[in-house]
């Protein structure tokens, strides 16, 4: 078992930016690929992005591409979502979820745990 646990969330002004954090506790996810989704109020949970387990390959939705990273620190058991420019249109409840697999994938259900997420607000 994993657990996970979103961070870094708030309420921010359009162009600013925020990190999250997703923290594993439990097991290592060192070897695991982390992926990181959102939904907003009245939409259905989407791709955001991941990251496989060596953090060498990454994987973007085309909305976030160029404004968000993610990276991880396995010493720290902590996989981060960099967001730069933030828009309105990026509120959202934002998850992380851990595959036990090496690659990456852009289907929620292709992910074995998942966090309570953090809620990000950007607005003026």
């Known amino acids: 078992q994993v657990q996970l646990v979103e961070s870094g969330g708030g309420l921010v002004q359009p162009g600013d930016s925020l990190r999250l954090s997703c923290a594993a506790s439990?097991?290592?996810?060192?070897?695991?690929?982390v992926g990181w989704f959102r939904q907003a109020p009245g939409k259905e949970r989407e791709f955001v992005g991941a990251i496989n387990w060596s953090g060498i390959i990454t994987d973007y939705a085309d909305s976030v591409k160029g404004r968000f990273t993610i990276s991880r620190d396995k010493a720290k058991n902590t996989v981060y979502l960099q967001m730069n420019s933030l828009k309105p249109e990026d509120t959202a409840v934002y998850y992380c979820?851990?595959?036990?697999?090496?690659?990456?994938?852009?289907?929620?259900?292709?992910?074995?745990?998942w966090g309570q997420g953090t809620q990000v607000t950007v607005s003026s």
């Open positions: 439990g097991r290592t996810i060192s070897s695991s690929s």
């Open positions: 979820a851990v595959r036990w697999d090496q690659w990456i994938s852009r289907m929620s259900s292709d992910y074995d745990y």
